[in-house]
C-alpha cells in the first residue's frame, strides 16, 4: 500500500499521500505538525525511533544547541579580540587628532600622525598639578583613576595644543568628544564630536563640519573664570558666555553638547587658570598677553 | 519547471509577496533607518545576508528541531548569526560597524526574519531557503531604498550626503520639508508604496 496516513496534530484532520501536506487544509498548521499514523489511528515514531516532542530529546536538543551557539560565539570573540582593540585604539586616536583642525586624516595612517603629534598624555590631580607624565603611544589605554585628569598635549607647526577628553549623554545614548585648546588654554582650536546612536539628519549633525567649526576660535574662559560655551538656538543671546548656534531639529542632542562641554571642562578649571606652568618662559609671555588682550575686550 | 519554482521563491518577494509593503513585516526598522539613504542601504544589505543565512541553516535544521521549542531554536540562530556578524564587522570593516552601531542589533528583532524562518525555512530545503532569504531581504532592501530615498532628497535636500537641491532654489524660497525627518513620515510613504502597489497589482486588493 503505497499511501499513507497523516494526522494533523492540531486539529485531527487526516490526510492520505505519500508525504504530509505543505498546510493543514482545516487549521492550517504547517507540515511539521503533521504525524504518521497507522491504519489503527496509533502515532508511528520515525525511523529513528526518537521521539522529538519527548522531554528527554527537547532538553538534549536546547542544551546542544545552546552549547554549540556560545561555543561559536566565544570562538569568535576570542580570535578577532585582538584585531577589534586594535580598531578601537586606532578609532580613539583618530578622534583626538580629529579635534585639530590643522590635521589632515583623509588617507593618511593615523597611528602614525598621532604618534608624531601628541607629545604627552599627562595626568592632572584635582588641583591641576600634573602628576604622571606618560608616554602617549605605550599607555595610551591607560585608566584614569578617581580625581584624575587625563589631557593630551599635541605638538602642532611649533605650537602646542591641549586636548580634553569629553564625555555626555543626548537624547538617545551617549555622545563624546574632544576639544582642542591653544596654549593660552583659553581659545578653541578645534573639536570633535561623535554619538552611539543620535538621530540621522537631526541630532548626528554633531559630528559635521559645518557644526564643529562653529566652535573654532570660541573663548572657554571670561573674566578669569571658567564660563563654557553655549549652545543657543538662533536669535538667543547667551550672557556672560561664549555661544555657538543649535542643530534645528536637534534640540536634546544641542542641549546635551553644551552639558557636556560644562561638565566635561569645569574639573580642568584649575589646570586652564595655570597658564604659565611647563611652557617654557618665551611661550609664556605670549600666552600671558592673549589672555590680557582677551580679558580685556570681554570686559 | 524547477527553475521557474527557484525563480518564483527569489522574485516573488520583489513584487507580489514583499515582506514589507504585503507581508507589512519589519515596518519598525523601516522608521529607524530611513531618514538618510547610507543607512538604508547598509541596513539593507545586511538584512539580506542574515535572512539568507539564517534561511540555510534553519532549513538544514529543520528535520531535528522539536516543535515546541522551534521559535527559540529559531531566536537562538538569529542571535548568534547577528552576534558573529557584528563582530566580524567590528574585526575588519570598524567603520562600517560604527555606522550601523545599534541598526545590527537591531535586527534581530527584525520581523522578517523570524517570519521566514518559521514560514519557509522550517518546511523547504537549504537551496530554495538561501534564494528565499535572499528575495525577501532584497525585497525589503529595496522599500528602504525608495523612502530612504524621497526623505533624504525631501527632507534635507541631499541624497548619500551630496546637495542635490541647488542653492538658487533655497534663495528663492524653498524650503526642506522637516516633516520628512520625522518617523511618522516613514509610515505615510510606506503606505503610498503600498497604494501605488496594489493600483498596478489589481489581484492584491482586497475586496
Given at each position: 500500500?503505497?499511501t499513507?496516513?497523516?494526522r494533523?496534530?492540531?486539529?485531527?484532520?487526516?490526510h492520505?499521500?505519500?508525504?504530509?501536506?505543505?498546510?493543514c487544509p482545516?487549521?492550517?498548521?504547517?507540515?511539521?505538525e503533521f504525524?504518521?499514523?497507522?491504519?489503527?489511528?496509533?502515532?508511528?515514531?520515525d525511523?529513528?525511533?526518537?521521539n522529538k516532542n519527548s522531554?528527554a530529546?527537547?532538553?538534549a536538543?536546547?542544551?546542544?544547541?545552546?552549547?554549540v551557539?556560545a561555543?561559536?560565539?566565544?570562538?569568535?570573540s576570542?580570535?578577532?579580540?585582538a584585531?577589534?582593540?586594535?580598531?578601537?585604539?586606532?578609532d580613539k586616536?583618530?578622534?583626538?587628532?580629529?579635534s585639530?583642525?590643522?590635521?589632515?586624516?583623509?588617507?593618511?595612517d593615523a597611528?602614525?600622525i598621532?604618534a608624531?603629534?601628541i607629545?604627552h598624555?599627562?595626568?592632572?590631580d584635582?588641583?591641576?598639578?600634573?602628576?604622571?607624565d606618560?608616554d602617549?603611544?605605550?599607555?595610551?589605554?591607560?585608566?584614569?583613576?578617581?580625581?584624575?585628569?587625563?589631557i593630551y598635549?599635541a605638538?602642532i607647526?611649533q605650537e602646542t595644543?591641549w586636548i580634553?577628553?569629553?564625555?555626555?549623554?543626548?537624547?538617545?545614548?551617549?555622545?563624546?568628544?574632544y576639544i582642542?585648546?591653544?596654549?593660552?588654554?583659553?581659545?578653541?582650536?578645534?573639536?570633535?564630536?561623535?554619538?552611539?546612536?543620535?538621530?540621522p539628519g537631526?541630532g548626528?549633525?554633531?559630528t559635521t563640519?559645518?557644526?564643529?567649526?562653529?566652535?573654532?576660535?570660541k573663548?572657554?574662559?571670561?573674566?578669569g573664570s571658567f564660563?563654557?560655551?553655549?549652545?543657543?538656538?538662533?536669535?538667543?543671546?547667551?550672557?556672560g558666555?561664549?555661544?555657538?548656534?543649535?542643530?534645528?531639529?536637534?534640540?536634546?542632542?544641542s542641549?546635551?553638547?553644551?552639558?557636556m562641554?560644562r561638565?566635561?571642562?569645569?574639573?580642568?578649571?584649575?589646570?586652564?587658570?595655570?597658564v604659565?606652568t611647563?611652557?617654557?618662559n618665551?611661550?609664556?609671555?605670549?600666552a600671558?598677553?592673549t589672555?590680557?588682550e582677551?580679558?580685556?575686550?570681554?570686559l | 519547471?524547477?527553475?521557474?519554482?527557484?525563480?518564483?521563491?527569489l522574485l516573488?518577494p520583489?513584487n507580489?509577496?514583499?515582506?514589507?509593503?504585503?507581508?507589512v513585516l519589519?515596518?519598525?526598522?523601516?522608521?529607524?533607518v530611513t531618514?538618510?539613504?547610507?543607512?538604508?542601504?547598509?541596513?539593507?544589505?545586511?538584512?539580506?545576508?542574515?535572512?539568507?543565512?539564517?534561511?540555510v541553516i534553519i532549513?538544514?535544521?529543520?528535520?531535528?528541531?522539536?516543535n515546541?521549542?522551534?521559535?527559540?531554536?529559531?531566536?537562538v540562530v538569529?542571535?548568534?548569526v547577528?552576534?558573529?556578524?557584528?563582530?566580524?564587522?567590528?574585526?575588519?570593516?570598524?567603520?562600517?560597524?560604527?555606522?550601523l552601531s545599534v541598526y545590527?542589533?537591531?535586527?534581530i528583532?527584525n520581523c522578517?526574519?523570524?517570519g521566514r524562518?518559521?514560514a519557509?525555512?522550517m518546511s523547504?530545503k537549504p537551496l530554495?531557503?538561501?534564494?528565499?532569504?535572499?528575495?525577501?531581504?532584497?525585497?525589503?532592501?529595496?522599500?528602504?531604498?525608495?523612502?530612504?530615498?524621497?526623505?533624504e532628497?525631501?527632507?534635507s535636500?541631499?541624497?548619500?550626503?551630496?546637495?542635490?537641491?541647488?542653492?538658487?532654489?533655497?534663495e528663492?524660497?524653498?524650503v526642506?520639508?522637516?516633516?520628512?525627518?520625522?518617523p511618522s513620515?516613514a509610515l505615510?510613504?510606506?503606505?503610498?508604496?503600498?497604494?501605488v502597489?496594489r493600483y498596478i497589482?489589481k489581484?492584491?486588493?482586497e475586496k
Open positions: 500500500m503505497a499513507k496516513k497523516y494533523c496534530k492540531v486539529c485531527g484532520y487526516i492520505e499521500g505519500d508525504k504530509a501536506p505543505e498546510k482545516v487549521c492550517q498548521a504547517p507540515a511539521s504525524e504518521l499514523i497507522d491504519d489503527n489511528g496509533k502515532a508511528i515514531t525511523k529513528k525511533g526518537i522531554n530529546y527537547i532538553l536538543y536546547t542544551t546542544i544547541i545552546v552549547v551557539v561555543l561559536l560565539l566565544s570562538i569568535t576570542g580570535a578577532l579580540k584585531r577589534q582593540n586594535a580598531n578601537v585604539e586606532l586616536k583618530k578622534q583626538i587628532l580629529s585639530l583642525p590643522a590635521v589632515v586624516l583623509e588617507g593618511a597611528a602614525q598621532y608624531e603629534n607629545k598624555i599627562y595626568v592632572l584635582q588641583n591641576g598639578e600634573i602628576k604622571k606618560l602617549p603611544v605605550g599607555d595610551f589605554n591607560y585608566a584614569a583613576g578617581e580625581n584624575e585628569l587625563l598635549m605638538e607647526n595644543k580634553i577628553p569629553m564625555n555626555g549623554k543626548g537624547l538617545w545614548g551617549a555622545i563624546w568628544g582642542a585648546l591653544d596654549d593660552d588654554r583659553n581659545t578653541v582650536n578645534g573639536v570633535f564630536f561623535s554619538h552611539a546612536s543620535e538621530t537631526l548626528a549633525n554633531i563640519t559645518a557644526f564643529r567649526s562653529q566652535f573654532e576660535g573663548h572657554l574662559m571670561q573674566n564660563a563654557s560655551i553655549a549652545v543657543m538656538k538662533a536669535g538667543q543671546i547667551a550672557a558666555q561664549d555661544q555657538v548656534d543649535a542643530l534645528s531639529g536637534g534640540t536634546i542632542t542641549k546635551g553638547v553644551e552639558t562641554l561638565t566635561s571642562i569645569a574639573p580642568y578649571e584649575p589646570f586652564l587658570k595655570k604659565e611647563i611652557v617654557n618665551n611661550q609664556t609671555e605670549t600671558e598677553e589672555v590680557a582677551e580679558g580685556g575686550t570681554t | 519547471m524547477k527553475s521557474d519554482k527557484f525563480k518564483e521563491t516573488g520583489l507580489k509577496n514583499n515582506p514589507v509593503v504585503v507581508q519589519g515596518i519598525c526598522s523601516a522608521l529607524a531618514v538618510q539613504l547610507k543607512p538604508a542601504l547598509v541596513m539593507g544589505l545586511s538584512v539580506t545576508i542574515i535572512v539568507a543565512l539564517a534561511n532549513s538544514l535544521l529543520r528535520n531535528t528541531i522539536p515546541s521549542v522551534r521559535i527559540i531554536v529559531q531566536l538569529v542571535a548568534a547577528v552576534t558573529v556578524v557584528s563582530e566580524v564587522l567590528k574585526a575588519f570593516a570598524y567603520d562600517v560597524s560604527v555606522q545590527i542589533g537591531l535586527i528583532t522578517i526574519l523570524m524562518l518559521e519557509f525555512a523547504n530554495d531557503s538561501l534564494l528565499d532569504g535572499l528575495g525577501n531581504g532584497i525585497g525589503y532592501a529595496w522599500i528602504l531604498i525608495v523612502v530612504a530615498f524621497f526623505r532628497l525631501l527632507g535636500g541631499k541624497l548619500l550626503g551630496f546637495q542635490i537641491i541647488p542653492e538658487s532654489f533655497y528663492a524660497g524653498y526642506d520639508n522637516g516633516l520628512m525627518m520625522m513620515m505615510i510613504l510606506v503606505a503610498c508604496i503600498i497604494w502597489h497589482n489581484d492584491l486588493q
